[in-house]
């Protein structure tokens, strides 16, 4: 009764969805206040709606009904209670029902919290997401159902996938899809523009704080996929440039693009249509990406034939999707005029070539990641494209990023003089080339690079905010106090992006340190042996038999000393076998730390109570994903300025003379 | 080709590749080299090629038996002292490119390795045409017109009378900027 329930809950909201489309948008040409009006009640109902069915789905779980399929297959009895929640996100079906379910929470609070919007562009933004609620009910419900009754009934259910049935994977996919789902709203705002003709710096100013969070959003979630494989999987890899991975990077480049972009057009209202080709960019590949790791056309172009039906409707939604924005766009962009004017030395063009270069890095992993298909579908062979083609692409670009990176805070908008950029960098520079010419003999060139470009970021950004900081000085503030009202004030998307600059700078260091100086020993242990591991003393005190809930286990002992023979240590990795079958599963043991983590994996037993073991020294990976925290932590503070919320009447009326400007007629 | 794989149901986006990685089964302290050198080009090398039945692994993540046996294999062409070319070369005549992570420079990859060039000098084209259209110095009219100069002095007049609101004071300035 409860998935048949969850079953109507779903084709009631496609129901809503057609109506939320159309209605609201056609109000917005007939100039019917009372269609408009429904965008809000409709957004509302169908996240309410959506939260029926997923609510269903997942009491489904918790009482492990195996009469529904995708239950069966995806849950067991002897499953945690945690893992049973996690589980309805745990396979296609479910997670497509989570992605329409976000999309829907994130109409419902546009809808909720952009009351001084104007009606026109609430009904669109709501109508344009609609849309895309239709293609994916449908899909859902076509192709996907995940309400499928099974009969006759299975007495126990297939178990979730045992990688997945993880704290960290818990909470991956969802973080993820908020950030994907999320660029949905800078779409649907770029789309509804489009369709009024109205691109000014009003738009920009709406959109950013949606994209940054959707953006905050998409950067955990893959630093969490990140920190999920290091410990899981027992490789002790943090990326490895596999499609799903870079499924997940290219919306995350094109979004970081995006929203550099938002601040030249909110600021400058310049980039205009550049800016909405990102926005459509950036949920087009959240999509692509969604549909091109589900498909299954990655593994192999033939799985794609495997299920007719998937595929063919991915085919045609994608190419809705993005052939009917894109044609929108081509329609409508030549109206707009480009905007403001700038100098070739200024902020813009040091945006304009963070635009590019982020432009380029995806066109990079979106490449790399196709050209296996590409190049057999021609039939030029099989070949395989792996981190070293990435890694020599991205190092190529990357520190040219960084470099302009450090200068771009120093910039002034519209016109900047030579000498006087040179004023203020001509230290700095020093100073990195001092540290540049002091590390070239003791380490590695790629830990100078690393370490110089990490260093420049740091001081860069120091300076800028001290300059900021000094200007304000003059009358009456302290530093402290300025930085203080600063903070209060319209400063904080300036120190966003600074603490955002800096997670990056972090993440270099992270990167930097630990791709040079991690070791990795692979031993043969006998209970009671020892072995020695940069300066770590590893005491293996053998492996005992145990049962969790749903597998049983060997537990290792270990207990790691470090060089004076202090206790750093009690360490307990396990190798499971889960009931459900399948591969065994290593659970590694790390003990973490800010500067290192020690790293155990259990390999293969070898008899006799021997065990071939893995012993990692890990230096400063945690700085990887410490800086994207930071990134997140930057962005969450950048949309938490106060022109985003304000709402006095004259934040009100200056976009609209922002607007004033831009539209020609 | 057999698919080798473990588990079967999907997963969720990231982690599907990295489903073949997951378990365990070095069994690589049984080699022994004879040398630190030789060992970090082991390493190295099993790094850089695909174990070729699994879905996205190298043969040093993988526990496969194919995987086993190339590590065995590729350690002992080392052993014999031959170089890790002649490795590369041997092991790519036998399973072709498609073993090699880090695919090398030759007229069936120029598609891969000049690809992204070519992709992203057409983008930086067209991006730039988009950006810079109308940056022409007769675009740079930033004087107001009557009627907005009208609506700056308003809004001047408004700011002078509620001065803590530093957002649209800055607005303005940025806008009134000559």
């Not at chain 1, 983590?597 to 021997?610: F, K, R």
Request: net charge neutral; hydrophobic share 50%; charged share 15%.
């Amino acid at each position: 009764m409860i998935p048949e329930l969850g079953h109507l809950a779903l084709i009631l909201a496609l129901g809503l969805a057609l109506i939320q489309a159309t209605l609201p948008l056609l109000g917005t040409f007939n100039h019917s206040a009372t269609w408009m009006a429904l965008a809000r009640p409709l957004a509302y109902g169908q996240f309410t709606l959506l939260t029926i069915a997923f609510a269903c789905l997942t009491y489904a779980f918790l009482i492990s009904d195996f009469s529904v399929a995708y239950v069966a297959t995806n849950s067991n009895s002897l499953l945690p209670t945690l893992y049973k929640v996690s589980a309805v996100w745990g396979a296609h079906e479910g997670s497509l029902l989570l992605w329409v379910l976000m999309m829907a929470a994130w109409g419902a609070a546009v809808a909720l919290f952009s009351r001084h919007l104007p009606q026109i562009t609430l009904a669109r933004v709501i109508a344009v997401q609609g849309m895309v609620a239709v293609g994916f009910l449908l899909f859902i419900l076509f192709t996907s159902n995940p309400f499928e009754r099974l009969f006759p009934i299975p007495p126990e259910g297939r178990d979730l996938n045992p990688l997945l049935q993880d704290f960290g994977l818990a909470i991956h996919p969802p973080m993820l899809y908020m950030g994907y789902v999320g660029f949905s709203i800078a779409f649907a705002f770029a789309i509804a523009a489009l369709i009024g003709g109205q691109l000014d710096a009003a738009w920009a100013r709406w959109s950013r704080p949606w994209t940054l969070i959707a953006w905050v959003f998409l950067t955990l979630g893959i630093a969490l996929g990140s920190w999920w494989a290091y410990y899981e999987l027992g490789w002790g890899g943090w990326w490895f440039w596999d499609p799903v991975e870079n499924a997940s990077l290219m919306p995350w480049l094109i979004g970081t693009a995006l929203i550099h972009s938002f601040a030249v057009t909110e600021k400058r209202a310049a980039f205009k249509n550049w800016t909405v080709l990102l926005a459509i960019s950036a949920f087009s590949l959240s999509l692509l990406g969604t549909f091109l790791v589900r498909s299954g056309v990655l593994t192999s172009i033939h799985a794609f034939a495997t299920d007719p039906t998937r595929g063919a409707f991915i085919l045609v939604f994608l190419a809705i999707v993005i052939g009917g924005s894109l044609t929108l766009y081509a329609w409508r962009a030549p109206s707009i005029s480009s905007g403001g004017y700038f100098a070739l030395l200024s902020r813009e063009t040091s945006l304009l070539i963070n635009n590019l270069m982020f432009a380029a890095l995806t066109i990079i992993v979106l490449f790399g990641t196709l050209a296996p298909l590409i190049y057999d579908a021609f039939g030029w062979g099989k070949i395989s494209v792996g981190f070293p083609w990435f890694n020599k692409m991205f190092t190529v670009l990357a520190p040219g990023l960084v470099i302009v990176m450090g200068i771009s805070p120093f910039l002034r908008w519209k016109r900047d003089r030579f000498m006087r950029l040179i004023r203020h960098l001509w230290w700095l520079v020093a100073i990195v080339l001092a540290i540049k010419l002091l590390l070239i003999s003791q380490v590695p060139i790629g830990v100078m690079i690393g370490m110089s470009l990490a260093v420049w970021l740091l001081i860069t950004h120091g300076a800028s905010v001290y300059e900021r900081l000094q200007q304000r000085d003059r009358s009456q503030f302290t530093l402290k106090a300025a930085f203080i009202q600063d903070l209060r004030g319209s400063g904080r998307s300036f120190y966003g992006m600074i603490i955002a600059h800096v997670g990056m700078a972090l993440f270099i260091i992270g990167v930097t340190i630990v791709s040079h100086f991690a070791i990795e020993t692979d031993v043969r242990l006998s209970p009671g042996d020892s072995h020695v591991v940069a300066g770590y003393r590893f005491e293996f005190k053998g492996a005992v038999s145990s049962t969790g809930p749903n597998y049983h286990a060997e537990r290792g002992h270990f207990i790691v000393t470090d060089d004076n023979g202090d206790h750093v240590a009690d360490l307990f990795p396990e190798k499971r076998a889960y009931f459900g079958g399948g591969m065994p599963m290593t659970e590694a043991a790390i003990d973490p730390g800010l500067m290192r983590d020690v790293y155990v994996a259990l390999g293969e037993p070898l008899g006799e109570g021997d065990w071939a073991v893995r012993l990692y020294y890990k230096p400063a990976v945690r700085f990887i994903w410490l800086g994207a925290i930071f990134m997140a932590l930057g962005g969450l503070l950048a949309m938490a300025d106060r022109r985003y919320r304000s709402t006095s009447p004259l934040a009100q009326i200056t976009p609209t003379i922002a607007a004033s400007g831009s539209i020609k007629p | 080709m057999i698919k080798h794989r473990l588990i079967r149901g999907g997963a969720v986006l990231i982690i599907i590749g990295f489903i073949h990685t997951a378990a365990l089964g070095f069994t690589l302290e049984q080699f022994h080299f004879d040398s630190a050198q030789q060992e970090t080009t082991f390493r190295e090398l099993i790094g850089k090629l695909r174990c070729l039945v699994c879905q996205n692994e190298s043969l040093a993540g993988s526990q496969a038996e194919l995987a086993q046996d190339l590590r065995r294999e590729v350690y002992e062409m080392l052993r014999a002292g031959k170089s890790e070319q002649e490795v590369i070369s041997f092991l790519t005549t036998r399973y072709g490119d498609f073993i090699l992570y880090d695919p090398p420079l030759k007229p069936s990859t120029y598609v891969l390795w000049f690809g992204p060039i070519i992709l992203i000098s057409i983008a930086a084209v067209f991006m730039l045409r988009l950006l810079l259209r109308g940056r022409s110095p007769l675009n740079r009219n930033d004087a107001l017109d009557p009627q907005e100069q009208q609506r700056l002095n308003q809004l001047l007049a408004a700011t002078i009378a509620d001065p803590n609101n530093p957002t649209a004071s800055s607005t303005i300035a940025e806008k009134s900027h000559p």
